[in-house]
């Protein structure tokens, strides 16, 4: 199969969807500059012009209400925000009117509204700029929620959220755009609420999201050189929850870590770890352990950016002790982001 | 407008009899301006409301069953009792969403005029809200969003000179006139006495022809007067925000007594016939409430029902 950059599989997932769809716009800041939101707008903007595709008042709250009331007249708008961060401006019609539309309404209403975002990561972006907000967005029912991994189900679960017919968060992830992995060329959708198996093995589940999971394939390449067989869960959609691909793989390994791209507390990972406990006790052989990022918001400098972000090393000392192992790689090597040199 | 009043003043005194659980914010004393207004649209033309919704509701022809079912709990309700008082529907009337949350709708409706001109239909938008919205930085952003793309939208304001029981004087700077912020964001506006049918109506007509000429949004500031408490049924004069006084003139400036007098004066009608119409919309009501007590409850096996 041809390969395709994450970001290129995100582009093509929306000309494809325009294509099918006449009611399909996509608006946001930015998206139709000539670096249309890192590339992934302005396939779309050639395509299909200024009509479908176009830039708006840098207000987030409005245009969050503006999608839904073009939704609730039969478009189907994605809105795009270069960081999920500036969502918090777009809080009260994201979840006191989106998420609540089609229940609040008796079911004769739907915002079948598609939110891009995008979660940043390092080269000193800082507090306010990578944070990733899936435990926020997936506490409130009504909301989906889903963070493709791989170029495939960006694709894939972009072209799902196109067909949804209710609101879809669809949380990006900055490092990951730049990586290659093969994409069908016809549009497959990737249906939202399944986690795959991204990696077989038997020894030890990684249940991963979003850039975890590439992190958590690296761990288990090296795992897999001391004898691991890491099985990696690639959770894809947050809400719903795919706890069936969970509690099946921790039913095979009967052994659990959880890395999330956000803070433990109160979290995915920590809700991830309370499905293992609730449904899959019997199966549990140690405890859950759950891998975030520090319990700090997100520094700048270099140095304590590396102290802040977990990676393979983090995810590969806790599958050791789950294992009641010695971390015996002292010394893992370390793997900058190279394909990355800033500035956003 | 005699409609719109009995009936809330029907639903107000069965409000005390703690059937209707449901916190209502009654629109008694401001009814012109939502039959103003309704009566310049068309039917495809859509509205969108606040939590003082059952007037604008009404106006647009929504099913008074409907909403009295949903104020008791009911299946049968606009919203299948999952909605309340502040959440009524009515698509099919164009009545689309109203909503608790103070300015939540005027995007909204800015966002339905954005599509109606994507798809060059000659369709208007009408967002109705009180002036404690104005307060709100989302109120601003409608307003800037809708003048950048001309879109046929009419912000319709309910100045009632409270909200809640805050008098403007603490929210906006004095000697503000909303009217005029609308026009700093180079929005066709107007000040117009909402206590006057004709002048709301023509008011509206205007902007509503304005609109499907795609000359973009126009806003109505429309100056009226709550005769109830904030949220709930009764009358609360006597507990000091608000001057006795005060609440003596707006109430000698009664849009249904002014519109009945003038149309019995125009020979348009005769107190005869308004009596009648009065019994008819006492039948009307008493039909609707018996029929709403009657229906069944939303069965609780249904509560994860429509959730995503």
């Given at each position: 199969?041809?390969?395709?950059?994450?970001?290129?599989?995100?582009?093509?997932?929306?000309?494809?969807?325009?294509?099918?769809?006449?009611?399909?716009?996509?608006?946001?800041?930015?998206?139709?500059?000539?670096?249309?939101?890192?590339?992934?707008?302005?396939?779309?903007?050639?395509?299909?012009?200024?009509?479908?595709?176009?830039?708006?008042?840098?207000?987030?709250?409005?245009?969050?209400?503006?999608?839904?009331?073009?939704?609730?007249?039969?478009?189907?708008?994605?809105?795009?925000?270069?960081?999920?961060?500036?969502?918090?401006?777009?809080?009260?019609?994201?979840?006191?009117?989106?998420?609540?539309?089609?229940?609040?309404?008796?079911?004769?209403?739907?915002?079948?509204?598609?939110?891009?975002?995008?979660?940043?990561?390092?080269?000193?972006?800082?507090?306010?700029?990578?944070?990733?907000?899936?435990?926020?967005?997936?506490?409130?029912?009504?909301?989906?929620?889903?963070?493709?991994?791989?170029?495939?189900?960006?694709?894939?679960?972009?072209?799902?959220?196109?067909?949804?017919?209710?609101?879809?968060?669809?949380?990006?992830?900055?490092t990951l755009y730049s990586m290659k992995g093969p994409v069908p060329e016809a549009p497959e959708i990737t249906p939202i609420g399944t986690a795959a198996v991204v990696r077989e093995g038997r020894d030890v589940t990684v249940v991963a999201t979003s850039l975890m999971v590439v992190e958590a394939m690296r761990a288990a390449e090296r795992l897999a050189t001391l004898g691991v067989e890491v099985e990696v869960?690639?959770?894809?959609?947050?809400?719903?929850?795919?706890?069936?691909?969970?509690?099946?793989?921790?039913?095979?390994?009967?052994?659990?870590?959880?890395a999330d791209t956000s803070w433990v507390s109160f979290g995915v990972a920590s809700e991830v770890a309370s499905v293992c406990a609730d449904e899959g006790f019997r199966h549990l052989r140690a405890p859950v352990r759950r891998i975030g990022l520090a319990d700090c918001p997100a520094p700048v400098s270099l140095s304590l950016e590396r102290a802040f972000y977990p990676d393979f090393r983090t995810i590969t000392r806790e599958c050791l002790a789950v294992l009641d192992r010695d971390p015996e790689l002292r010394e893992l090597e370390s793997v900058e982001d190279s394909a990355f040199t800033g500035p956003y | 407008m005699l409609r719109v009043r009995r009936i809330e003043e029907g639903l107000a005194e069965l409000y005390k009899e703690q059937e209707m659980r449901t916190p209502a914010h009654f629109s008694v004393g401001q009814e012109a301006v939502a039959v103003g207004v309704c009566g310049a649209l068309e039917r495809h033309d859509v509205v969108y409301s606040g939590h003082r919704c059952h007037a604008h509701y009404l106006a647009k022809g929504g099913d008074l069953t409907a909403l009295v079912a949903e104020l008791y709990g009911r299946e049968a309700g606009c919203a299948r009792g999952r909605g309340g008082s502040v959440h009524l529907t009515d698509p099919e009337v164009g009545l689309i969403a109203s909503s608790a949350i103070l300015a939540q709708t005027i995007p909204v409706a800015v966002g339905s005029a954005l599509s109606f001109k994507m798809?060059?239909?000659?369709?208007?938008?009408?967002?109705?809200?009180?002036?404690?919205?104005?307060?709100?930085?989302?109120?601003?952003?409608?307003?800037?969003?809708?003048?950048?793309?001309?879109?046929?939208?009419?912000?319709?304001?309910?100045?009632?000179?409270?909200?809640?029981?805050?008098?403007?004087?603490?929210?906006?700077?004095?000697?503000?006139?909303?009217?005029?912020?609308?026009?700093?964001?180079?929005?066709?506006?107007?000040?117009?006495?909402?206590n006057d049918l004709v002048a709301v109506y023509r008011g509206a007509r205007q902007a509503v022809e304005r609109c499907r000429r795609g000359e973009g949004p126009v806003f109505l500031e429309c100056m009226t007067y709550r005769w109830l408490e904030h949220v709930g049924p009764?009358?609360?004069?006597?507990?000091?925000?608000?001057?006795?006084?005060?609440?003596?003139?707006?109430?000698?400036?009664?849009?249904?007594?002014?519109?009945?007098?003038?149309?019995?004066?125009?020979?348009?009608?005769?107190?005869?016939?308004?009596?009648?119409?009065?019994?008819q919309i006492q039948a009307e009501l008493s039909e609707a409430v018996a029929a709403a007590r009657r229906a069944p409850w939303p069965d609780p096996k249904d509560l994860l029902l429509d959730v995503f």
């Open positions: 199969m041809r390969e395709l950059t994450y970001a290129d599989a995100i582009a093509e997932a929306l000309v494809q969807g325009m294509e099918r769809d006449p009611n399909v716009f996509v608006c946001g800041i930015g998206v139709d500059d000539h670096k249309g939101i890192f590339g992934t707008t302005r396939s779309a903007f050639e395509r299909f012009g200024a009509a479908r595709v176009f830039d708006v008042p840098i207000a987030e709250q409005a245009l969050t209400g503006v999608a839904i009331g073009a939704a609730l007249m039969g478009k189907r708008p994605v809105v795009v925000h270069a960081r999920n961060d500036f969502m918090f401006l777009a809080t009260d019609q994201m979840i006191n009117l989106a998420a609540k539309t089609r229940y609040m309404y008796g079911g004769r209403l739907r915002a079948p509204i598609v939110v891009r975002s995008i979660v940043g990561k390092g080269w000193g972006q800082g507090a306010t700029h990578s944070q990733s907000l899936q435990a926020l967005f997936g506490h409130f029912p009504g909301l989906q929620v889903v963070m493709p991994a791989l170029p495939r189900d960006a694709k894939g679960l972009t072209l799902a959220a196109l067909r949804s017919e209710g609101p879809v968060v669809i949380l990006e992830h900055r869960v690639d959770c894809r959609s947050i809400r719903p929850f795919d706890r069936d691909s969970v509690l099946t793989s921790l039913a095979k390994t009967g052994r659990v870590v959880v | 798809d060059g239909a000659r369709r208007v938008a009408v967002t109705f809200f009180g002036d404690g919205a104005v307060d709100e930085g989302v109120f601003h952003e409608s307003l800037n969003w809708a003048a950048v793309r001309r879109l046929p939208v009419v912000f319709v304001c309910e100045n009632n000179l409270y909200a809640t029981h805050s008098p403007l004087s603490v929210r906006l700077p004095a000697g503000t006139e909303i009217y005029k912020r609308a026009a700093a964001y180079r929005i066709a506006s107007e000040r117009i006495d909402g009764l009358d609360d004069s006597d507990r000091g925000y608000r001057t006795v006084a005060e609440i003596a003139a707006w109430k000698r400036r009664d849009p249904m007594t002014r519109s009945a007098r003038m149309l019995v004066a125009a020979k348009a009608t005769t107190r005869e016939h308004l009596a009648e119409i009065e019994s």
